[in-house]
């Protein structure tokens, strides 16, 4: 064989390799995706750890950290659609300093914040909101920590029983006991976590109750992630650890999503989730196994699908395949939907929006209500708060295999249903129709 037939056999096995790599990893366009609606300025000084919470279909509370770093909690009224936002009435909830705000809700009308307050002491304050917004009211406040809290992270526990997640000398779960009007807040109990990383305001972590019932913490410190299983009772009164795992390079804070029964998927800024030359850190997901009844955590699977820079993750199930995720990915504001089996071994990129062209921090995301309406709250590099409303769909067609022909020439793609060139329903899609993103692709490819 000629050195140029050699030359032209290598160049058309490249082909095939590149267009094998192409069909496994192409982004699945039109399957998922978000569509940018509203932003909205809510405070032009700071807006710092903004927290969201539903509390109607057209009332949105949010706990954050704002002017000179107090305290504040704003209502705002949002059409169903989210094409409109107005801000309804405010409560400064500490006048002396609030960082590394959570919420949660209590009641239809009550809700409880965390915070770090002045010495970086740890405080818990309920909140009660009427009905139509226009109504914010205090009610107890309670200094739970005298020595240090930070990394703040509340999780309910049932109907007056609430779990905070911090770190003071030690990373600990304390319960409370708060009735539904807010009246009072009485510590319960505290444990020490084995974990003694600590996690602050660039690294901080989630705190969820699984659909099994026990609990799931997690942080990051430096290039570490530490999550760990936790059974919390009804009462409060009896806490206890089951499993504890590092996870190595792995940075910049954590959002976890429970896809199925057992597995879970965290997202952060990782190391080489593609396990393919050329990959540095980036945005990512981890996906883990662990047991129902909390007792073993395992990784399955993991996928790089961002920059470098990525940081402050805010990740939401949208669908039982799909999950979006807000971050600052290349310093923008970015939404990214990641296709990912129940059982977490296969993972994909589907697609993305950037809603902000400048750093988006402290983002936290969340849906507003049943027509595919989402928002995502979040400060800039000039530390303002901004409000995002977005619709996410994921009820449109995908491809769902790919057959590349002998020589190269075609590639029959077969989509999840029928699928045409008008939107009335009729014509034969064109080539010109697809659009395969090869160049992420390129530089895998090594002669």
């Known amino acids: 064989m000629k050195r140029n037939d050699l030359l032209k056999s290598g160049i058309k096995r490249m082909t095939q390799i590149l267009l094998s790599l192409l069909m496994i990893s192409v982004p ?44 504040y909690v704003r209502t705002f009224s ?13 409560l400064k909830f500490d006048d002396e300093d609030a960082q590394m705000v959570d919420l949660q809700q209590v009641a239809s009308d009550m809700f409880v914040v965390a915070y770090t307050g002045r010495s970086n002491d740890g405080f818990i304050t309920t909140i009660k909101v009427s009905a139509d917004g226009k109504s914010i009211s205090q009610g107890k406040k309670l200094e739970h920590d005298t020595a240090n809290a930070s990394g703040n992270r509340l999780v309910r526990v049932d109907s007056d029983t609430y779990a905070l997640y911090y770190y003071s000398d030690k990373n600990y779960v304390k319960t409370f006991d708060i009735p539904a009007d807010g009246s009072t807040i009485t510590e319960v109990a505290k444990v020490a976590a084995s974990n ?6 660039d690294q901080l972590g989630q705190f969820i109750q699984s659909d099994q019932g026990f609990f799931i913490a ?25 499993k504890v795992l590092n996870i190595s390079n792995f940075r910049y804070g954590v959002s976890i999503v429970q896809l199925d029964s057992d597995t879970y998927a965290f997202f952060g800024n990782s ?10 850190w980036g945005s990512s997901v981890r996906t883990f196994d662990i047991a129902v ?4 955590i395992s990784q399955v699977g993991g996928f790089t699908f961002g920059g470098n820079s990525a940081t402050f993750s805010s990740a939401i199930k949208i669908k039982d395949d799909i999950v979006a995720v807000a971050s600052n990915s290349g310093s923008r504001g970015k939404i990214d939907h990641i296709k990912i089996s129940s059982d977490g071994t296969t993972i994909s990129y589907v697609s993305e929006l950037t809603y902000y062209n400048s750093a988006s921090k402290y983002n936290s995301m969340i849906k507003m209500n049943s027509k595919d309406v989402y928002l995502v709250a979040h400060s800039d590099n000039s530390d303002k708060g901004y409000l995002q409303t977005f619709t996410m ?14 020589d190269n020439s075609k590639m029959k793609v077969t989509f999840s249903e029928a699928v045409f060139s008008t939107n009335g329903g009729s014509g034969e899609l064109e080539v010109s129709d697809l659009n395969f993103n090869i160049v992420q692709m390129l530089s895998l490819i090594h002669i």
């Open 28 to 71: 699945l366009l039109g399957q998922s995706k978000s569509t940018f609606i509203k932003q909205f300025e809510y405070d032009d000084e700071n807006g710092q750890w903004g927290n969201p919470m539903v509390v109607n279909d057209s009332i949105l509370i949010v706990a954050y950290s704002g002017y000179k770093g107090f305290g």
């Open 271 to 280: 190391y080489n989730q593609k396990n393919s030359a050329g990959l540095d």
């Open 196 to 201: 003694t990383n600590t996690h602050n305001k």
């Open 293 to 296: 009844d909390g007792s073993t």
């Open 78 to 90: 949002i059409a169903s659609d989210g094409s409109t936002i107005d801000q309804l009435a405010e």
């Open 218 to 242: 997690a942080h990051t410190y430096s290039s570490t992630g530490t999550v760990s299983t936790w059974t919390i009772s009804a009462d409060g009164k009896n806490i206890a650890e089951k």
């Open 393 to 406: 769909r994921t009820d449109l067609p995908y491809p769902v295999s790919y057959e590349l022909s002998a």
